[in-house]
Every structure is written in structure tokens, then in C-alpha cells.
């Protein structure tokens, strides 16, 4: 079962999670799997989704936002795009673009930023948005200050989060086909309260970054972790390893259906909105062409079919359907 641990050090301004993902990360895969128009993503590029939908999940856990956070890779490498999305009842999704062979040792730069124009994005859409309001998103690329190449998926956020947050933050990410599962410890602002839609921190805040003691003993120890470990212990012996001399404050962990799941938010619905705007001429090219309108949702894999008479009841103005049949008694 999928689950989340979140937790404090008292007295520190210090705050932590674990996520593991299990069920919901072998639903993802399974049917990438059975979708045979495409099939399995090559291993590189699932360990990259399961880390992603991890920071994912742990990012989401750390703000308060009703909405949508999208965590988007893009580049010049055969991985043209990977996203990784969580509502914020933490239904997640994720999916890859691949255009190309992937190496079976591939890493994040030769996926994504082969010729260095590699970049992560952050999005948080709000769920009721208020008239003229945009998203949020912020940008980072996938090369750290010096322009060198950087291979870590935690070490990209962590320098995300210090440009977004203005706060530290360690991150430890693995994945294999079973479990998804990530380690983070951000330090808290001593004033207010930071979430990755602010980047307004004073500089006294900013100031502070790096010489916190306290934080930095703590970040070493998580740090330490290593992929192995994070895929292979369950939380409360991780905790105890790790933080066996501090004293946690634990929320109740959130798993179940109140935990991190797969959901996909596609719908018929939003398809047909799609073919409307896609237009008549355009759709009954494909109908004459194919015989039959198909759409695949590239995250979750259903599978959405119209015939010609569906496609025309799309571009039926309402209130001109033809009459129904009346029953004959």
C-alpha cells in the first residue's frame, strides 16, 4: 500500500516526509505495459518516472494548494518530455515522450540534456481559478551553476527549491519496477510561511541559508540514505536508522484512500471538447481516412473511439438533436 510520513524535529526549524510508493506505482507501469500501441517504457525512463512521481507526491505534501503541481523534465535527448502530475487528494499520474534508443545505463543528462538545453518545470495549477489568475511555474535547467550537467533528479530540485524557496532541502530518490519512494528534509523559514509559489523572501531569510547547524547535521544524516535502503526498508526503520538520536514529532501517516494513489483526470468529456476544437473538417478527414476516430490517453492508457455517428452528434448544436423515437405501445 502507498503511503506518506510526514514529520518535525522538535524544537528545530526542520520538517521531513517519506513516500512510498507501491500499489499506485505498479498500477502506472502495468498499463504503460498493456498499452500495445506503445508497450513499456526502457528501464532508465521508468526509474526516472518513479523518482519524479515520489518528488512529486512530496512536494505536493509540503504546500498548501488546492490544485494541480505538474513536475515537467524536457530536453534534447531521446526523452523529449517526462511529467509527473499530483492533485492535491495526491492522485497522481505520469507519463514520458521517448523519440529514439535509450541506453540501458542511460542518465538524466544523456535522456535530457545531451546538448545541454535540458530543463525542469514546476507548474502549480489552482483547481478554482480566479478570473485573469495564471499558473504559477518556475524553471530551472538540468545543469547546475557552473554549467555542468547534473545527473541527480534530487540534485535538480535541490537547486530548485533553493532558487524557488529560498530554503534548503535534501532529497533522496529511487526507483525500481516495484517501489517509488523518496526522502525529503527541507529547512523551515524562521518567519512566515515559504511554499514553492513564493520567491519573495527577504534577504535576512536568505542569508541564513547554509549555516543553519542544526539543519545541516540533520540534512548529512539524510544524505546518508542510500537507494538500496529507501527501496528496500519500510519507513519506521529508515526513521529509526537516520534520526534514531532526535526526537520526531509524527503526523498520522496518509495511505489508503487518503494516501497517494494513481488517478488519471482524463474523460470522454474532455476528448470530445478536444475533437470540437480539433473542427468538423478535421475530424471528418480522420473518419474517412481511418473509418474511426481513436484517442489514447497517454498517461493512464483508455482507449476512447468515435464512429461517424458520434463524431456528428459533436458538432450538433444543441437544442438541434434530431427528435427521439417514440415508443410504440
Not at 247 to 264: I, M, Q, S, T
Not at 283 to 288: T, V
Amino acid at each position: 500500500m502507498s503511503e506518506l510520513h510526514k514529520f518535525l524535529f522538535e524544537g528545530l526549524p526542520v520538517r521531513g516526509a517519506i513516500v512510498r510508493l507501491t500499489d499506485a506505482w505498479q498500477e502506472i507501469l502495468r498499463r504503460r505495459a498493456n498499452n500495445t500501441a506503445s508497450g513499456p517504457y526502457p528501464e532508465p525512463v521508468r526509474e526516472l518516472l518513479g523518482q519524479m512521481a515520489a518528488a512529486s507526491v512530496l512536494m505536493q505534501s509540503n504546500i498548501k494548494f488546492n490544485g494541480s503541481l505538474i513536475f515537467q523534465v524536457f530536453g534534447d535527448g531521446p526523452v523529449k518530455l517526462a511529467v509527473a502530475e499530483v492533485q492535491s487528494s495526491l492522485g497522481l499520474r505520469v507519463t514520458a515522450t521517448v523519440v529514439g534508443e535509450v541506453a540501458e545505463d542511460a542518465r538524466l543528462s544523456s535522456m535530457l540534456n545531451a546538448h545541454g538545453g535540458g530543463r525542469c518545470a514546476i507548474t502549480l495549477d489552482p483547481k478554482d481559478k480566479l478570473p485573469g489568475q495564471q499558473p504559477y511555474q518556475g524553471v530551472v535547467p538540468l545543469s547546475d551553476a557552473q554549467g555542468r550537467k547534473m545527473d541527480s533528479l534530487a540534485q535538480v530540485l535541490q537547486q530548485y527549491m533553493r532558487q524557488s524557496e529560498q530554503l534548503d532541502a535534501v532529497l533522496v530518490l529511487a526507483a525500481d519496477d516495484q517501489v517509488a519512494a523518496g526522502l525529503i528534509l527541507q529547512r523551515m523559514p524562521m518567519k512566515g510561511e515559504a511554499n514553492l509559489a513564493r520567491g519573495d523572501l527577504s534577504v535576512e531569510h536568505a542569508d541564513a541559508m547554509d549555516f543553519n547547524e542544526d539543519y545541516n547535521r540533520l540534512a548529512h544524516l539524510a544524505a546518508s540514505l542510500t537507494p538500496q535502503e529507501l527501496l528496500g526498508l519500510d519507513v519506521e526503520t529508515i526513521l529509526r536508522r537516520l534520526f534514531w538520536e532526535e526526537k520526531l514529532l509524527r503526523f498520522v501517516p496518509e495511505d489508503g484512500e487518503g494516501g497517494p494513489h494513481f488517478a488519471c483526470t482524463c474523460s470522454r468529456e474532455r476528448v470530445s471538447n478536444m475533437l470540437r476544437n480539433l473542427g468538423r473538417d478535421e475530424a471528418e478527414s480522420i473518419l474517412e481516412e481511418q473509418g474511426v476516430i481513436e484517442v489514447g490517453c497517454e498517461y493512464c492508457g483508455q482507449q476512447y473511439r468515435y464512429d461517424a455517428v458520434d463524431a456528428a452528434h459533436l458538432f450538433t448544436e444543441p437544442g438541434n438533436d434530431p427528435p427521439a423515437p417514440k415508443l410504440v405501445q
